[in-house]
């Protein structure tokens, strides 16, 4: 399974972007996909995650702003964030997990990270 995040870029606080992560491989099993990010000097944090079907999971920090979504047509999941915020800096990443169960306890797969930053 390869993933392939994109969509990252500069943004003034109070805006939006969208990152998309492309999924290919073996995807003719829907791993559930996440959204992770990591800031300078800090762990790797879980925002949210989507089962391919109805089924979404947010970390508390960012219900309210962040929405994740997919298009299984173009196997992409996408993280829509609005109201950023400077500490919604980071480098974001997706990534797949390696077994069905939703919300997934690990991830197996992970693709490059895109640069998220928030000027105030």
């Known amino acids: 399974v390869q993933l392939q995040a994109s969509g990252g870029g500069l943004v003034q606080a109070g805006g939006s972007l969208r990152l998309s992560c492309v999924v290919s491989?073996?995807?003719?099993?829907?791993?559930?996909i996440g959204w992770f990010r990591q800031a300078p000097g800090k762990e790797r944090e879980f925002i949210a995650a989507?089962?391919?079907?109805?089924?979404?999971h947010y970390a508390d920090s960012v219900k309210g702003r962040f929405t994740i979504s997919k298009d299984n047509a173009k196997n992409s999941v996408y993280l829509q964030m609005n109201s950023l915020k400077p500490e919604d800096t980071a480098v974001y990443y997706c990534?797949?997990?390696?077994?069905?169960?939703?919300?997934?306890?690990?991830?197996?797969?992970w693709g490059q990270g895109t640069q998220v930053t928030v000027s105030s």
């Open positions: 491989g073996r995807t003719f099993t829907r791993y559930p």
């Open positions: 990534a797949a997990s390696g077994s069905l169960v939703f919300p997934p306890t690990e991830y197996a797969y």
């Open positions: 989507h089962n391919w079907g109805s089924s979404t």
